[in-house]
């Protein structure tokens, strides 16, 4: 897995972003370490598009472990509606509960 390159409307080549998976991050940080491999050879070795890719990756990994590599999702969170509350069926004991507590904080009121 690595980077797909694309042409610009004028023409220049650029990077597509991608996003890694926690298995691809492992491969590369295993492989470097298992080799000996320098950060620039693991880089060009799996076609990252830069090196502090990969040097980010072994900090993470060095700090927080392998929970520290797991992708997260980025962007705007999305909007979701609120759920209604149900409200209790007419004469279950919730209704009745919930109306007593109602009748009893407005008699407090009223008192007050």
């Given amino acids: 897995m690595g ?3 694309s042409k610009t409307w004028d023409g220049r080549t650029c990077f597509i972003h991608t996003n890694y998976t926690l298995p691809f991050k492992l491969e590369v940080l295993t492989y470097m370490n298992e080799y000996g491999a320098s950060i620039n050879e693991t880089a060009v070795h799996y076609n990252l598009p830069s ?3 990969l040097l980010n990756w072994a900090n993470q990994f060095k700090e927080g472990g392998i929970d520290a590599l797991i992708p ?3 962007g705007r969170l999305s909007m979701k509606k609120e759920t ?3 409200s209790p ?3 279950s004991q919730e209704a009745l509960l919930a109306e ?3 009748l009893r904080a407005e008699n407090a009121y009223q008192k007050s």
């Fill in 3 to 5: 980077s797909l390159l």
């Fill in 51 to 53: 090196d502090s890719t």
């Fill in 72 to 74: 997260k999702k980025k």
């Fill in 84 to 86: 209604m509350k149900k």
């Fill in 89 to 91: 069926a007419n004469g």
């Fill in 100 to 102: 007593l507590e109602y």
